[in-house]
C-alpha cells in the first residue's frame, strides 16, 4: 500500500512510523541496534546507522511529519539534513511531543497536513 503522508515519533533509541491516508494506517517500528564497545565516539556512530535506518524506512512517502522530545528532533534534523538530504527533504515539519498514543499521533499528523496542504495550495490525497 503506498501512503502519501506519515508521522514519525523518534527518540534515539527506537521510531514508530505511520504512514496514512483518509481510511488506512499502517505501522512501522525500527529499533536501535546497541554496539558495546570502547571505541571513541562508538555512541554517534550507532545513532548515525539508527537515524539512517529510520530514514532508509521513509523511502517513498511524500510528506512526513517529524515528532519526539527537542533533543531527539534536533539530532535527527541535524543527521538528515548532513547525511541523507533526500530524506530531509520529505519532512515538512517538526513537532516536539511527548509520548503520545498511536492514534493520537495520527490524529495530530491528520490535523498538521489538512493545515500543511491548504497553505501550501496542495489538495490532501484520499
Known amino acids: ?6 508521522v514519525v515519533w ?3 533509541q527506537k521510531a514508530q ?3 496514512f491516508d483518509a481510511e488506512h494506517v499502517q505501522a512501522q517500528k525500527v529499533k ?3 554496539h558495546h564497545t570502547a571505541q571513541h565516539g562508538s555512541g554517534v556512530r ?3 546507522e539508527f537515524f539512517g535506518e529510520v530514514c532508509d524506512a521513509l523511502a517513498g ?3 512526513v511529519l517529524v515528532t519526539g522530545s527537542h533533543t531527539s528532533l534536533a539530532d535527527f534534523k541535524h543527521y538528515a539534513e548532513k547525511h541523507r538530504p533526500a530524506a530531509a527533504r520529505q519532512v515538512v515539519g517538526y513537532e516536539t511531543v511527548d509520548h503520545p498514543s498511536d492514534a ?3 490524529a495530530l499528523a491528520r490535523k498538521y497536513f489538512l493545515k500543511y496542504d491548504r497553505m501550501a495550495g496542495t489538495p ?3
Do not use: K, N, R, Y
Open 1 to 6: 500500500m503506498s501512503l502519501f503522508h506519515a
Open 10 to 12: 523518534v527518540d534515539h
Open 17 to 19: 512510523i505511520l504512514q
Open 32 to 34: 536501535a541496534h546497541t
Open 46 to 48: 550507532t545513532g548515525h
Open 61 to 63: 512517502i511524500a510528506e
Open 104 to 106: 493520537q499521533l495520527v
Open 124 to 126: 490532501t490525497p484520499t
